[in-house]
């Protein structure tokens, strides 16, 4: 069973950055494909960006291509994501998210089998 556990969450003013981590255990983290999704009050869960279990692979939401950043250490068991620029509308919980199964829809929350706890974020304008 894999464990997912994010950290990082905070609360900035807009325009500043903020890293993510999801630490990942019970599971090598090389075989596992990775995720992270946001929820804002009163939102559905949206995808915002997922990275191939080799790193090669990533995929963005729109709405964060060009200040998100998805990466992963496999070492250390860690995934990443790296926002600038940040934005009042970023401001939700994130929680990442992981699968072992082949990854053909990276955007799908319903492709993914272990979830964390979430971390939240806030960005005041």
């Known amino acids: 069973q894999v464990q997912l556990v994010e950290s990082g969450g905070g609360l900035v003013q807009a325009g500043a950055s903020l890293r993510l981590s999801c630490a990942v255990s019970?599971?090598?983290?090389?075989?596992?494909?990775m995720a992270w999704f946001r929820q804002a009050p009163g939102k559905e869960r949206e995808f915002v960006a997922a990275?191939?279990?080799?790193?090669?692979?990533?995929l963005y939401a729109d709405s964060v291509k060009g200040r998100c950043t998805i990466s992963r250490d496999n070492a250390k068991n860690t995934v990443y994501l790296q926002m600038n620029s940040l934005k009042p509308e970023d401001t939700a919980v994130y929680y990442c998210?992981?699968?072992?199964?082949?990854?053909?829809?990276?955007?799908?929350?319903?492709?993914?089998?272990?979830w964390g706890q979430g971390t939240q974020v806030t960005v005041s304008s």
């Open positions: 019970g599971s090598p983290s090389g075989s596992v494909h």
């Open positions: 990275i191939s279990w080799t790193g090669i692979i990533t």
């Open positions: 998210a992981g699968t072992q199964r082949v990854l053909r829809r990276g955007y799908d929350s319903g492709q993914y089998d272990f």
